[in-house]
């Protein structure tokens, strides 16, 4: 029996954003050297990597020839051992969609039914080779607030919630679907048996310290924080759509509206529940003006990576970090190698996604691949909590524009899949050995 080891020491993470676009960020917090020194040492993580027998071996000289060195050595084994998989499939998403993988490893493609004016969702209990016909999740909900931004958007869908992001509590294994527009609704749909039966429920978001609340409305999927005194925590990443206050203190949200008036102003954030999504506390606002459509995954030293889109400058990918839980941001800035676009000066919505290794953090990034125009959906791979991203492949050719991602679970028939949705109207699973072979040895769809 072959044994081959190579170790990996995650540095911690430091600014890299060097871009003169615009100024660094900071949530106000002056970080003292006690609270550095245990940051760094909660970071210091050692990779060790064990691929037992030759076909691991082999596997492992396959997927590791052309990756970076240090990626190479920071494989888990179960990947080496991994036959590369990869499929595509027509989904159509008449609006907006959203994936999840349920405790029980069932896999669920929600999306917004405007025509019925409700949430449905597919359910595949084999990790996606068949697929149920549509469940309701729950009808449309008033939204007692001006939703038309200034009358740009039309239609019996106005004022309406829509399909916004969806959590899934780790510890309960309680599926929440919520319903926004540019300002949140006060429900949610809740399932407690994996997504087959729903239920509505009110809950309470709590305005920032602006006056405004979030909305988690294009934004990727809330977690469950897994470490550190805020363990058992639900986080969700959310995006506020400033407009103008009104002489009776109402508040009127806008995208577009107004002639761009507040467009810049908007911001992002984060939504946290400590006592399982009845109440929602904001964080502070992200403090980079005009980010929006934000994603956040917890690493294993419990810090909070965060990445956002902006609508109102050239460049790429916002980043930031939160050493408490959600709350506060540590670092904030302009990612070196992320493309925000296209366009350019206006960004697209990504997705991120921690693959659900215990002793290491591997994360990915999908986008448009191309500069031109929002297709080529591509998936970037870093083994260093963001710092890098060494690994990139084009899932699909042709349209791709808004994705989501959803990993599947140990143990069940999902186990080492990656799920990938676009709206424009397809769907694909790979797992992690697919996604490092070298493109040129494959040909797309085998």
């Not at 009104?246 to 995208?255: A, C, E, I, P, V």
């Not at 290794?357 to 125009?373: A, N, Q």
């Amino acid at each position: 029996m072959l044994c081959a080891e190579a170790t990996l020491r995650a540095w911690p993470w430091q600014p890299r954003h060097t871009s003169n676009r615009i100024p660094l960020g900071q949530a106000g917090e002056h970080l003292t050297d006690d609270r550095i020194d245990s940051t760094v040492s909660g970071m210091y993580d050692q990779f060790n990597f064990h691929a037992l027998g030759l076909r691991y071996i082999f596997a492992l000289m396959a997927i590791s020839a052309w990756l970076p060195k240090m990626a190479a050595g920071d494989l888990p084994n179960e990947v080496a051992g991994q036959k590369p998989f990869y499929e595509t499939w027509a989904e159509e998403v008449p609006v907006m969609g959203h994936l999840a993988v349920a405790k029980d490893g069932t896999v669920l493609i929600f999306k917004e039914n405007r025509e019925q004016g409700r949430v449905d969702v597919k359910r595949s209990e084999d990790g996606g080779k068949t697929w149920s016909q549509p469940i309701v999740v729950g009808k449309r909900v008033k939204i007692e607030a001006d939703m038309s931004d200034d009358g740009r958007y039309r239609g019996d869908h106005v004022g309406w919630s829509e399909l916004a992001n969806v959590t899934l509590d780790e510890t309960t294994g309680d599926i929440m679907v919520f319903a926004a527009g540019l300002k949140p609704s006060d429900a949610l749909y809740r399932s407690r048996d994996h997504g087959k039966t729903w239920a509505t429920e009110k809950i309470v978001i709590q305005a920032d310290k602006n006056g405004w609340q979030g909305t988690t409305y294009c934004c990727d999927p809330g977690i469950t924080l897994r470490h550190g005194k805020h363990k058992g925590r639900l986080l969700m990443p959310s995006q506020v759509f400033v407009g103008s206050i009104n002489k009776d203190g109402s508040r009127t949200y806008l995208n577009k509206g107004q002639g761009r008036k507040y467009f810049a102003k908007r911001y992002s954030n984060a939504l946290y529940s400590d006592d399982g999504g009845r109440t929602w506390t904001p964080s502070d606002p992200f403090p980079i003006l005009g980010t929006s459509e934000p994603g956040l995954l917890e690493m294993n030293d419990g810090s909070i990576y965060y990445n956002a889109r902006t609508h109102s400058r050239p460049g790429n990918k916002i980043i930031g970090r939160s050493l408490d839980g959600g709350q506060s941001w540590a670092k904030s800035g302009e990612d070196d190698e992320l493309f925000d676009g296209p366009p350019d000066d206006y960004g697209c919505k990504g997705a991120i996604l921690r693959l659900p290794f215990h002793d290491r953090d591997i994360i990915l990034f999908s986008g448009p691949g191309r500069r031109d125009k929002r297709d080529d959906i591509t998936v970037q791979v870093s083994f260093d909590r963001g710092e890098s991203w060494p690994v990139k492949r084009v899932i699909k050719t042709g349209p791709g524009n808004y994705t989501w991602m959803a990993a599947g679970r140990k143990g069940t028939p999902s186990e080492g899949m990656i799920y990938l949705l676009s709206n424009k109207d397809w769907m694909a699973r790979f797992n992690l050995a697919w996604l490092l072979q070298k493109p040129e040895n494959v040909t797309a769809g085998k």
